[in-house]
């Protein structure tokens, strides 16, 4: 038995300050979240300071005229408001264990770098300066309506009078911006310029930088959806063992002949590419074999979304791996996250392999990923910001497929639940119980995450005779401002 290294336990990484910087609306915030929740995915600890919260403080709802220049009180307040967010962050890196913080402003201009740059390096830090620069009108206007009039700045006003006060404010700032140029050439930087059409790079030194332009200029905004099902029922699963390479049983087939239905009534984007990833295993390359042949899409199959390897107990039940090797059984149910099989592999371990496909999955555009009852918990994790002491536990019931989209404020989540019944797989912590039958009732809460993160959950029955009746929705919650 043996447990990888805790999540604090990142030596290996150095500490670094990502400063943003570029006008509003420009998604930066958008950015700083998507920084930490990756980061935090990885074990790396990560906060974002956001300077605009620091300001809100002392004024909640300014107007554009604060944020003119020319008005000596709304600038003293601002650069309080930044004094204080760049002292807390200080002050947080003083434990060694916190890796990256991300500095959430405007930073427009040279002087305001020149000033946090000065502290970074009294301060023995990195950093990464991380400019979005755009000037494509659509791509602003809809960040504009999107995002900022459901800023905290603009609670209760009316939205027309919120986005025109929003663009004031963009005239104020546009008045004072400086873009990254040649001669702040000592920074270290990335430059994204209309959402990584161009992107330029100077002076990165450090491993965990490199990673962070990786994953920056792979980002993109283009609306689209990740599908994510585990394969169909297999006769392993019938039986309760784990791991292992068994066919799919006669219900995991017909779950596989309705799959294409099941992700066309779930809603494609008209004329949008498609594309299906599986593992290696023949039961998710036989979930996608109609999917493939009816609906003609490409189909890729990755090593990485091979199941979670349970090593010298791979082909036995819970039971039988409680009795033959009960500490490692109780060490597993102690700390799922981080123990790792005999010859096999941990929650973390696959964390670290599935990296590539995250970043591949940030590049591409429509994917419909057909995996294991672990991996889907992490993809999800890393989606929905599940921390990892919760993640392994995750009910993700089989003949069901999620519908991950993206939005400006976390990812909105739907299920499709096939009418066909399936075994369970879920063991609680403690049990040894054989698999029972689960059939269409709804997926229980569980499975879906931190409700506040989630915004609209629908839940969709789709009977493989008679698919006229559905959909029932629920909503869980809201996207959070
Ligand atoms: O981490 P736990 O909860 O054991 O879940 C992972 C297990 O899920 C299973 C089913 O029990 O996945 P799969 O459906 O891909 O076969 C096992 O093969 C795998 O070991």
């Excluded at 300077?51 to 008005?71: I, L």
Aim: charged letters at 30%; hydrophobic letters at 35%; one cysteine or more.
């Amino acid at each position: 038995m043996s447990i990888s290294p805790p999540s604090s336990d990142r030596s290996d990484v150095t500490q670094i300050v990502v400063v943003m910087v570029g006008l509003p609306a420009r998604g930066k915030s958008l950015i700083a979240g998507k920084v930490k929740r990756y980061l935090r995915w990885t074990s790396v600890k990560a906060e974002v300071f956001n300077v605009g919260k620091y300001r809100r403080t002392d004024n909640p709802h300014p107007d554009a005229k604060f944020f003119d220049v020319n008005n000596p009180e709304g600038e003293k307040a601002r650069k309080a408001a930044a004094e204080a967010a760049v002292a807390d962050m200080l002050k947080w890196f003083q434990d060694k264990d916190n890796k990256v913080a991300i500095l959430d402003a405007t930073n427009s201009t040279k002087s305001r770098r020149k000033w946090i740059h000065d502290k970074i390096m009294e301060a023995n830090l990195l950093h990464l300066f991380v400019e979005s620069k755009c000037d494509d009108e659509e791509l602003i206007m809809s960040n504009i309506l999107e995002v900022k009039t459901s800023s905290p700045d603009y609670i209760g006003q009316d939205p027309e009078a919120a986005a025109k006060d929003f663009r004031d404010r963009i005239r104020n700032y546009e008045k004072v911006y400086q873009t990254i140029d040649e001669s702040e050439k000592q920074l270290t930087y990335v430059k994204i310029i209309n959402i990584g059409a161009r992107v330029v790079i100077n002076l990165i030194q450090d491993y965990l930088q490199s990673r962070l332009v990786y994953y920056l200029t792979n980002l993109h905004i283009k609306p689209r959806s990740i599908w994510l099902s585990r394969h169909g029922e297999s006769e392993f699963n019938l039986e309760g063992k784990i791991g292992g390479d068994a066919n799919l049983s006669e219900r995991g087939e017909r779950y596989a002949k309705l799959l294409p239905e099941l992700v066309k009534r779930s809603g494609l984007p008209k004329d949008a590419p498609l594309t299906i990833w599986t593992s290696t295993l023949k039961r998710t390359s036989q979930t996608a074999q109609h999917l493939q042949k009816e609906l003609g899409w490409e189909k890729l199959q990755w090593k990485a979304l091979d199941e979670l390897d349970s090593g010298v107990c791979d082909g036995m039940t819970y039971q039988e791996i409680a009795e033959k090797y009960p500490e490692d059984f109780q060490a597993r149910d102690d700390d799922k996250y981080n123990y790792r099989y005999r010859g096999g592999e941990s929650y973390r371990d696959v964390v670290i392999r599935l990296e590539p496909i995250i970043m591949e999955l940030e590049r591409s555009e429509n994917i419909i990923i057909i995996t294991h009852q672990a991996i889907v918990r992490c993809i999800f994790a890393y989606f929905m910001e599940i921390p990892q002491e919760k993640s392994p536990w995750m009910e993700v019931p089989l003949h069901t497929l999620m519908k991950l989209t993206p939005k400006a404020y976390g990812t909105e989540v739907e299920r499709f639940k096939a009418d066909i019944p399936a075994v369970s797989t879920w063991r609680p912590k403690g049990s040894t119980a054989k698999h029972h039958d689960s059939i269409s009732e709804g997926m229980p809460e569980s499975v879906v995450g931190e409700p506040s993160k989630v915004g609209i959950q629908k839940a969709t029955n789709v009977n493989e005779k008679a698919m006229g009746e559905v959909p029932t929705i629920e909503m869980v919650g809201l996207p959070l401002p």
